[in-house]
């Protein structure tokens, strides 16, 4: 105990569920890279073995979310989906990512409504990954799709993250703002794109800082587009992104027209690479 701040411990995942359950007011914490100072009452769940496990699979792997970001950079890049690496080591320095988790990342993407979207936001949503919960209630588990995650609910706690491991035939991730640092210019992007013979077959592009913006349609209006494009097809794309961008969001919106520019300039460099 000091100066009224009180850390808490646990050897594993059931004491941190109990502790959840049991102490009023308990705040997970993870790295502790992006807070100045402890919550009165804070868990470190930072060396709990369970949360640090990473299992490879066939087509995807499970993060523990007391995985480091530069455990992540440590794994087979022939493995890892490369905007996932990419992201990891745009953030701040080795010494950070060292301290840094995944689910710390993930968690402060959504801290309150108008937290800025961290660097593994939009390749996680562009990859299609999800969440798995703990209850501390009656310790079920419950999977939740990065799409539709908002927010950690009371007497939950992050336990897993499943991401797809597939296969890309473009793959690109884009950072705005200053270098290695998160701040209110900070912007992420990322586009996927996978062919069969000469056509593509799927596409997701995600852009992602103070808003989120993925559109489904948009991303659906290059499917089955024969490869290479022409600039005219680029042009007639962008126009397209950019009546669907400004359809979002409301031109009142802080910062708009830089965010729309940076998404359009970073849509129009993923293009030149199916040229």
């Known amino acids: 105990m000091q100066n009224n701040k009180t850390l808490f411990l646990a050897k594993n995942v059931s004491e941190i569920l109990y502790q959840i359950k049991n102490v009023s007011g308990l705040e997970i914490v993870g790295g502790c890279t992006s807070i100045s100072d402890l919550p009165e009452k804070a ?36 493995r890892v989906p490369q905007i996932l690496s990419e992201a ?11 301290m840094a988790t995944l689910g710390g990342n993930i968690c402060g993407s959504v801290k309150n409504p108008k937290a800025i979207k961290r660097s593994l936001y939009a390749p996680l949503l562009a990859l299609g990954a999800s969440l798995k919960f ?55 992007f990322c586009f996927l794109a996978r062919t069969d013979q000469g056509v593509l077959s799927t596409v997701k592009i995600v852009f992602s800082g103070s808003i989120v913006f993925q559109d489904s349609e948009l991303e659906s209006k290059l499917l089955g587009v024969k490869l290479p494009l022409n600039q005219k097809a680029i042009q007639d794309y962008l126009a397209a ?6 359809k979002s969001f409301e031109p009142t919106t802080p910062n708009i027209a830089r965010l729309k520019e940076e998404f359009l300039n970073f849509t129009r460099y993923s293009l030149n690479q199916l040229t």
């Open 43 to 78: 868990l470190s769940v930072r060396d709990v073995a369970e949360l640090k496990m990473i299992n490879h699979h066939e087509r995807y792997i499970d993060f523990g979310p007391a995985v480091t970001l530069n455990q992540i950079l440590e794994l087979d890049k022939e």
């Open 88 to 98: 990891a080591k745009s953030v701040a320095n080795h010494f950070v990512r060292n």
């Open 134 to 188: 703990r209850n501390t209630e009656n310790q079920m588990s419950v999977t939740v799709p990065f799409s539709k995650f908002t927010s950690v609910q009371p007497k939950q706690l992050l336990v897993n993250i499943h991401i797809p491991a597939e296969d890309w035939d473009v793959s690109v991730y884009r950072r705005s703002g200053p270098t290695a640092k998160l701040t209110e210019d900070s912007s992420a």
């Open 241 to 246: 992104a950019q009546t669907a961008f400004e």
